[in-house]
T-cell receptor, first 114, second 116 residues
Framework: AQSVTQLGSHVSVSEGALVLLRCNYSSSVPPYLFWYVQYPNQGLQLLLK??????LVKGINGFEAEFKKSETSFHLTKPSAHMSDAAEYFCAVLPSGGYNKLIFGAGTRLAVHP | DVKVTQSSRYLVKRTGEKVFLECVQDMDHENMFWYRQDPGLGLRLIYF???????EKGDIPEGYSVSREKKERFSLILESASTNQTSMYLC???????????????FGQGTRLTVV
């Protein structure tokens, strides 16, 4: 079965610092890849996605992620953290074939301090 | 603007009650999903539906059932609520994968259910 691993359940950065949230997936066939963000007491909102084409994808709020097939990774980055980035972030994969059943990682809670 | 609407943001129910969580989407999506979210466990799929009256079990279907009588509506039913079903429940919808690359799921705001 396919799985998604997010390294670090909690990440803390200073405002203005680089944000790096790690995601690795297990799949022999590259799946579609997603990052979602969840603010307190809210549903999930799509940040960005990779389906085909360019491996560096840009999303909303200045986030981007790079698909690296050789490393089976899809890490999320933002050059300069803002206080409003504090939230929980979920990496998800959509396996090839079958129905659109997203498989989620356990999530990473990002804290941004002044 | 696309929308997935869950009928309640917060619910408190008693052990043994039958509980209905309702979800409606206005995007003409074929697929609809119910997830459960617990700290440290991410989102776990309870049930999904790929068409009207069609349903498939997800990873944790025990204690739950679903109903999809109309394309836009997907209901999650807790036949006899128990305290271990206290959780955040998230509904989502998406296009069928062979309809193109717009494969992302859209989520509702969530229902925080407490069973006492």
């Amino acid at each position: 079965a396919q799985s998604v691993t997010q390294l670090g359940s909690h990440v803390s950065v200073s405002e203005g610092a680089l944000v790096l949230l790690r995601c690795n997936y297990s799949s022999s066939v590259p799946p579609y890849l997603f990052w979602y963000v969840q603010y307190p007491n809210q549903g999930l909102q799509l940040l960005l996605k990779y389906t085909t084409g360019a491996t560096l994808v840009k999303g909303i709020n200045g986030f981007e992620a790079e698909f690296k097939k050789s490393e089976t990774s899809f890490h999320l980055t933002k050059p300069s953290a803002h206080m409003s980035d504090a939230a929980e972030y979920f990496c998800a994969v959509l396996p090839s074939g079958g129905y659109n059943k997203l498989i989620f990682g356990a999530g990473t809670r990002l804290a941004v301090h002044p | 603007d696309v929308k997935v609407t869950q009928s309640s943001r917060y619910l408190v129910k008693r052990t043994g009650e039958k509980v209905f969580l309702e979800c409606v989407q206005d995007m003409d999506h074929e697929n609809m999903f119910w997830y459960r979210q617990d700290p440290g466990l991410g989102l776990r799929l309870i049930y999904f539906s790929y068409d009207v009256k069609m349903k498939e079990k997800g990873d944790i279907p025990e204690g739950y059932s679903v109903s999809r009588e109309k394309k836009e509506r997907f209901s999650l039913i807790l036949e006899s609520a128990s305290t271990n079903q206290t959780s955040m429940y998230l509904c989502a919808s998406s296009l069928r994968i062979n309809r193109g690359l717009n494969t992302e799921a859209f989520f509702g705001q969530g229902t925080r259910l407490t069973v006492v």
